[in-house]
């Protein structure tokens, strides 16, 4: 069965610091889809990047970054001189062939001033 | 303005009267699902949607029920809501692509409280 690992619960770190999210999956599918969404203290969900599993390059979009790595089942993403704006709970996602959506259970990431 | 609305917003009811939250979205999507967010428990998916007249149970299915009569819209419906169903419901919606590739466009929410 598919599975989404999020071990970090919570984690703060100073602003200006880097911090990277770990997201471990599981699955027996050799097609699937890994996300990263970011919920703020608003509360909206916006999504912020989707990796299929056959394209393991990693991406960077400005100050954010994204290690797939299929040795080890893992999805990690790393913030780099990270702001207080950044503060939020990061979900990470994973979608197989059949469509359904298993979400990890968060990280809840405190940018402090 | 592309989005998902979803309504109400904010919503407080008893043990067993029913009660549907409407879901309703702009972007010609194929894909729609819900879910629902529990603290400590995350995101877990209750129904999802690949096209008109077709659903598919998520992880936590039991007590819901879902429709998908028209591709814009995809009601949750709670035939008789109970306690454990307090939570804050979220609807989205996706281009669909097929084999797992969802980009989801979320609702805002609803917080519904079943007292």
């Known amino acids: 069965a598919q599975k989404v690992t999020q071990a970090q619960t919570e984690i703060s770190v100073v602003e200006k610091e880097d911090v990277t999210l770990d997201c471990v999956y599981e699955?027996?599918?050799?097609?699937?889809?890994l996300f990263w969404y970011k919920q703020p203290p608003s509360g909206e969900l916006v999504f912020l990047i989707r990796?299929?599993?056959?394209?393991?390059q990693n991406e960077i979009s400005g100050r954010y970054s994204w290690n797939f790595q299929k040795s080890t089942s893992s999805f990690n993403f790393t913030i780099t001189a990270s702001q207080v704006v950044d503060s939020a709970v990061y979900f990470c996602?994973?979608?197989?062939?059949?469509?359904?959506?298993?979400f990890g259970k968060g990280t809840r990431l405190h940018i402090l001033p | 303005e592309a989005q998902v609305t979803q309504n109400p917003r904010y919503l407080i009811t008893v043990t067993g009267k029913k009660l549907t939250v409407t879901c309703s979205q702009n972007?010609?999507?194929?894909?729609m699902s819900w879910y629902r967010q529990d603290p400590g428990l995350g995101l877990r998916q209750i129904y999802y949607?690949?096209?008109?007249?077709?659903?598919d149970k998520g992880d936590v299915p039991e007590g819901y029920k879902v429709s998908r009569k028209e591709k814009r819209n995809f009601p949750l419906i709670l035939e008789s809501p109970s306690p454990n169903q307090t939570s804050l419901y979220f609807c989205?919606?996706?281009?669909?692509?097929?084999?797992?590739?969802?980009?989801?466009?979320f609702g805002s929410g609803t917080q519904l409280s079943v007292l």
């Open positions: 989205a919606s996706s281009e669909y692509q097929g084999m797992g590739d969802e980009k989801l466009f």
């Open positions: 699955t027996r599918d050799t097609t699937y889809y």
């Open positions: 990796r299929n599993s056959f394209d393991e």
């Open positions: 996602a994973l979608s197989e062939a059949d469509d359904k959506i298993i």
């Open positions: 972007m010609n999507h194929e894909y």
């Open positions: 949607s690949m096209n008109v007249e077709v659903t």
